[in-house]
């Protein structure tokens, strides 16, 4: 029976993935009230209770952070040295900022010569440390002291 159930999913899927066509960013739909929508016909308006459940933006969020690890790994040749704690931080710090954390010379330049010291007074001297205010703190401490705080 999950033979079937897969097949009339994946027929189903396929059906919609037609008629709705994909759209990668929020977009008013072609109904008059012009309710928001993503992906594939993916119904966000909060006027008729759209949204995401916790489910799902918990399946969003390690997508993203896999995400995140691959950029890291590839654009930062020193992250697969660093200790998991140090690499939390970065990938918080690029969840947040995306590619704007490698515009953090200063700091990268002291994240590769393993001076987790100056990393830290690095990212506190910055813009983005005064927008997102104690989450930079808490970063900071955790790539100076290589420590995971919950």
């Given at each position: 029976?999950?033979?079937?159930a897969?097949?009339?999913e ?106 987790y ?5 690095e ?11 104690g ?16």
């Amino acid at each position: 029976m999950s033979n079937i159930a897969d097949n009339l999913e994946g027929k189903v899927r396929h059906m919609l993935k037609k008629h709705e066509g994909f759209v990668s960013h929020v977009y008013e739909d072609s109904t008059p009230e012009k309710y928001l929508t993503i992906g594939y016909g993916r119904l966000v308006d909060q006027r008729l209770g759209g949204g995401i459940s916790q489910d799902e933006a918990d399946f969003l969020l390690l997508n993203d952070v896999r995400n995140c690890v691959k950029i890291l790994e590839h654009q930062l040749p020193v992250y697969k040295d660093l200790s998991d704690n140090r690499k939390i931080v970065l990938i918080n710090m690029y969840f947040n900022l995306g590619n704007r954390l490698f515009k953090f010379v200063n700091m990268l330049t002291a994240l590769k010569a393993h001076d987790y010291d100056k990393v830290a007074v690095e990212m506190l001297d910055s813009k983005w440390a005064k927008q997102v205010k104690g989450r930079s703190h808490e970063l900071a401490d955790m790539m100076r002291e290589d420590s995971f705080q919950v």
